[in-house]
């Protein structure tokens, strides 16, 4: 949460520096320590043999890219507060969106 708090920070003081540098920056840094965590702990596996999970995997890119580029936008035109609400609705979205296109209902006990 503190981490968060203080990216929301950064990213309002960085309101005049293009979008696309910003979002780069993020995804530079958390690939590098992506590799890092996963080159340390040995469980970096590439999916060379499933099709759809390489697929999956450039979707997840994908929309992670999206989503922190929209993020950043948000934060130069709008207040942050207001931000950080909508950001917090992100748990409530994954929910509803889990049971309906997973057909997976909330269970407290799985």
């Given at each position: 949460m503190v981490l968060t708090t203080l990216v929301m920070i950064v990213m309002r003081k960085l309101r005049h520096v293009n979008v696309t540098l910003i979002t780069l920056s993020f995804a530079s840094w958390g690939m590098v320590a992506a590799l890092i965590l996963c080159l340390h702990n040995g469980v970096f596996v590439f999916p060379y043999d499933n099709l759809t999970h390489v697929l999956l995997l450039i979707a997840s890119g994908a929309t992670s890219f999206l989503g922190q580029?929209?993020?950043?936008?948000?934060?130069?035109?709008?207040?942050?507060?207001?931000?950080?609400?909508?950001?917090?609705?992100?748990?409530?979205?994954?929910?509803?969106?889990?049971?309906?296109?997973?057909?997976?209902?909330?269970?407290?006990?799985?």
């Open positions: 580029t929209f993020l950043t936008l948000g934060l130069k035109y709008e207040n942050a507060g207001v931000v950080a609400l909508l950001t917090n609705f992100a748990v409530v979205f994954s929910f509803i969106f889990e049971y309906i296109f997973l057909h997976i209902s909330p269970d407290i006990y799985r």
